[in-house]
């Protein structure tokens, strides 16, 4: 997905079967710890950057770059020194 709004977005979210939909805002520096979700999750980093570890293979993500992560899968967030704003897309 390479839209450039929020709405366009949601619109091609909810065409690939996503259902909820954020805009999540992080802090400089913060680290989320490994973790998992109940939901497969599709996101696409809108300000800011972070490295993303999942499964043991950290890549870092920037402004315009997107992942998607399935649900159950572990994975963990360090954010860099001006945080981040994702967009993010579930599929519950």
């Not at 913060?30 to 950290?58: I, K, M, S, W, Y």
């Not at 993500?61 to 399935?70: I, P, T």
């Amino acid at each position: 997905m390479t839209e450039t709004t929020f709405e366009a977005y949601v619109a091609a979210a909810k065409a690939a079967g996503f259902d909820e939909f954020l805009v999540r805002e992080w802090a400089p520096g913060q680290v989320t710890g490994e973790h998992t979700h109940p939901f497969d999750a599709t996101l696409r980093v809108v300000r800011g950057n972070f490295l993303f570890d999942c499964g043991g293979t950290a890549r870092e993500l920037a402004v315009g770059d997107g992942c998607d992560v399935a649900r159950g899968v572990f994975h963990a967030e360090t954010y860099g020194p001006e945080g981040a704003t994702l967009w993010v897309a579930r599929r519950n």
